[in-house]
C-alpha cells in the first residue's frame, strides 16, 4: 500500500540495497519521488530469512522542494 497516497508515485522505483542491516537477508529500497512537493522518499523494508517486512524500517528523505529524491534506485 502507498504510505502516501497516489501523488507521491511510491514504486516508481524499485531497488535492491543488498543486505543493509547485516542479518544476512537482502534487504529493498521503494521510490517515492512524489511526496512533499516532489522532494522525494525512498522507503528500506528489511528482508528475512522467510518474507520481507510489509512496513519500511527506515526512511530516508529528500533534502530539495522539487528534487524528486527517489525517482530512479540502482
Partial sequence: ???DGASSYFGSSVAGLGDVNGDGA???GVGAFG???????VYVYHGS???LATTPSD????TRAGGQFGWALR
Wanted: overall charge negative; hydrophobic content about 35%; aromatic content about 0%.
Fill in 59 to 62: 526512511t530516508v528523505l529528500g
Fill in 35 to 41: 511526496v512533499t512537493s516532489s522532494t522525494g522518499r
Fill in 49 to 51: 530469512t522467510t518474507a
Fill in 26 to 28: 537482502a534487504d529493498l
Fill in 1 to 3: 500500500a502507498d504510505p
